[in-house]
């Protein structure tokens, strides 16, 4: 009866979701079971409105990390569609055809969006793809094409070549999206 608890207790531990721990391991020393539990930091704001930031940005997240890895899947989509196609007029073509079916898909959902929501989704497209909006515009359509979009998005108060940055400014964004990637968010 004690063997069959040793071996399903650890198991159900580790399927359950916890809020608490990152994950858990057990080790045996010198015949004592000892589980090792890795904590996760805890968020402490000591202010009420960098609290409510914290939480809207999980709001964004949760709102935009979806539609960067739907970007991710459609970029290497047509990555495949357009290097499959060996004529340079044809590939731009093909290129102006996916624009218009993308934009035609996905401009309702943007509509909706606040600046701040832009601004993450960019920062997470970036996350995801390992380019910027900019480079990834400049890639697919030309240099010209992203100037314009460049241009259109700083009169909105924004920036196509902002870079994901988790070691420095984008930290506490990182730590949201490996929350939600982990279904703890």
């Known amino acids: 009866m004690l063997?069959?608890?040793?071996?399903?207790?650890?198991?159900?531990?580790?399927?359950?979701?916890?809020?608490?721990?990152?994950?858990?391991?057990?080790?045996?020393?010198?015949?004592?079971?000892?589980?090792l539990i890795h904590i996760l930091p805890i968020r402490k704001y000591s202010r009420r409105p960098d609290m409510r930031r914290y939480q809207r940005l999980i709001r964004q997240v949760k709102k935009c990390y979806p539609l960067a890895k739907q970007a991710r899947i459609e970029m290497e989509k047509m990555e495949r569609q357009l290097l499959a196609v060996k004529d340079k007029k044809e590939q731009e073509k093909l290129a102006k055809e996916l624009q218009k079916q993308l934009i035609k898909q996905y401009?309702?959902?943007?509509?909706?969006?606040?600046?701040?929501?832009?601004?993450?989704?960019?920062?997470?497209?970036?996350r995801e793809t390992e380019y910027t909006a900019f480079q990834i515009i400049k890639d697919f359509r030309g240099g010209f094409v992203a100037g314009f979009w460049q241009m259109f998005a700083k009169m909105f108060g924004n920036n196509l070549k902002l870079e994901y940055e988790p070691e420095t400014k984008d930290r506490v964004l990182e730590q949201i999206v490996t929350y939600y990637e982990m279904g703890w968010l």
């Open 107 to 126: 401009t309702p959902v943007i509509l909706k969006m606040t600046i701040s929501e832009g601004k993450v989704l960019l920062k997470l497209i970036d």
């Open 3 to 35: 063997l069959l608890v040793a071996f399903v207790v650890p198991s159900a531990l580790a399927q359950r979701r916890s809020r608490g721990f990152w994950h858990q391991e057990w080790t045996v020393d010198k015949g004592d079971t000892i589980p």
